[in-house]
């Protein structure tokens, strides 16, 4: 977990573009605002609970007023694969009571998570901000980590409920390709083939091809160039390393390769996403 806090957001809470790594959960109590991307626009509003999951691209506006609970945290998992890989969209559901008394006993149990930093790139350090709350998790008791845990699982599990996650997650995926899918995100900075994959499944690479393409909507290739870019946005949000290191982390062969596929599936050269991060950071 990064982040919990309650906040009273006024215009100035204006953000375009934002992508991050981690994910947003909101709950309103007074005010309203919206969140909007491509696909979706959702009105935030008193009664509800929100998610922006990590790496959805995403609009945040408040006209006049917006008293929001808010909490930030990381996805880890064991093979990589996000539960919400097939669906990164914005989602917001009915607060029950059980939600609400869930935000509120967050930010009982973890005091002192908010922002309170300078919105100043400049002064803005992320590798000191996310090592410095990587430690105050470590500082947590087992009593207070294994709550905080259940308590981002219980609200987590709140949208898998939800009718539009339900309708994405009801295609069954067979598990060779299921199975693809985790190398792949295993083992993003070793070459990946096509060929290599199929051999795997024991497949014929054309075969293997459109399996892939069918369950996962996207062709091997352009579903490994994702998850490439995905993680090297990632380490350009959370890390200082020059490009050609992150490049080179996500398996990418050279610098001018990396840019052109960074820049064909964000829209943003690499040094645009990593002023744009900095600056968005401060959006709650």
Request: one cysteine or more; hydrophobic letters at 35%.
């Amino acid at each position: 977990m990064l982040h919990v806090d309650h906040v009273q957001l006024s215009k100035r809470w204006n953000y375009k573009s934002v992508i991050s790594p981690y994910y947003r959960l909101y709950y309103i109590d007074e005010g309203e605002g919206l969140l909007s991307n491509a696909g979706d626009k959702l009105k935030l509003e008193a009664g509800y609970i929100y998610i922006i999951p990590s790496y959805t691209l995403c609009n945040l506006y408040c006209p006049e007023y917006l008293s929001q609970y808010f909490i930030q945290f990381f996805e880890e998992s064991p093979d990589g694969m996000s539960l919400f890989h097939h669906n990164r969209a914005l989602m917001k559901v009915s607060a029950t009571e059980m939600d609400i008394a869930h935000f509120k006993r967050l930010l009982d149990i973890n005091p002192g998570r908010g922002i309170n930093r300078s919105d100043n790139p400049k002064v803005y350090e992320k590798n000191a901000y996310y090592r410095e709350y990587q430690e105050l998790n470590n500082r947590q008791t087992m009593a207070v980590y294994l709550e905080t845990q259940g308590i981002l699982l219980q609200l987590v599990a709140r949208f898998l409920e939800s009718r539009q996650f339900e309708a994405m997650a009801s295609r069954v995926i067979p598990q060779k390709v299921l199975d693809a899918m985790s190398y792949i995100q295993l083992n993003l900075h070793q070459p990946l083939t096509i060929a290599h994959l199929a051999q795997r499944a024991n497949q014929h690479a054309d075969y293997f091809s459109r399996q892939f393409l069918q369950f996962t909507g996207e062709r091997p290739l352009a579903y490994i160039h994702s998850k490439r870019i995905e993680r090297a946005q990632y380490l350009i949000s959370t890390t200082d390393l020059p490009y050609v290191s992150i490049a080179s982390e996500t398996g990418f062969d050279n610098l001018p390769h990396f840019s052109k596929v960074f820049k064909k599936i964000t829209s943003l050269t690499p040094g645009q996403f990593r002023k744009q991060s900095q600056q968005g950071h401060i959006a709650h």
